[in-house]
């Protein structure tokens, strides 16, 4: 059996009712939550990790994150996702939430963004399970040109306003 997504409604409330990742379609109105990392350090310059090739948009640029898995919140499936995709430990006391966006194209979702602000050390960067090949550390006008040049991934939803907010947080 692959991961099991709890299954939520408009209002992001949990149905009781589960999904198996890659076998059950979600049906209109029924969502599943999405993680996404960003991680700022002190130079304010962003982590995007090269997903890799054999992954749905291989090769591109990304922000680490992914589904949360039945039972998980969504602090604790970001948590799990980074330390998964890139080796960082982080606490749930480095985590800040930074927003929320509801998809309602498919696969339907909740997209939470969760802002940590650390100086990771290249040699804390490891890619455990895989899913990513390499890292760099970005300025936001790279980050947008990047964009714009089709590297990152086109699903992701942090841009200059979610960046100039998340600069202003502590």
């Not at 982080?90 to 498919?106: H, T």
């Not at 802002?115 to 455990?128: A, G, H, M, S, Y």
């Not at 040049?149 to 100039?164: A, L, S």
Request: proline residues 3%; charged residues 35%.
């Amino acid at each position: 059996m692959g991961e099991l997504w709890d299954i939520y409604d408009k209002n992001k409330k949990k149905t009781g009712r589960t999904a198996e990742r890659g076998v059950y379609q979600l049906k209109e109105g029924e969502y599943h939550i999405v993680v996404t990392g960003i991680i700022i350090n002190s130079k304010n310059e962003i982590l995007i990790s090269k997903r890799a090739e054999n992954k749905k948009f291989g090769g591109m640029w990304e922000c680490n994150g992914g589904s949360i898995l039945t039972g998980e919140t969504s602090l604790e499936g970001i948590i799990r996702e980074l330390k998964e995709e890139l080796g960082i430990e982080f606490s749930k006391k480095e985590a800040i939430f930074l927003k929320e966006v509801r998809r309602d194209k498919i696969p339907p979702n909740f997209k939470d963004l969760w802002l940590f602000k650390r100086d990771v050390k290249d040699e804390e960067i490891t890619f455990p399970d895989g899913e990513t090949t390499d890292f760099m550390w970005v300025t936001i006008d790279k980050f947008i040109e990047m964009y714009n040049n089709e590297e990152i991934v086109p699903t992701v939803d942090f841009g200059r306003e979610e960046y100039e907010e998340a600069l202003k947080l502590p």
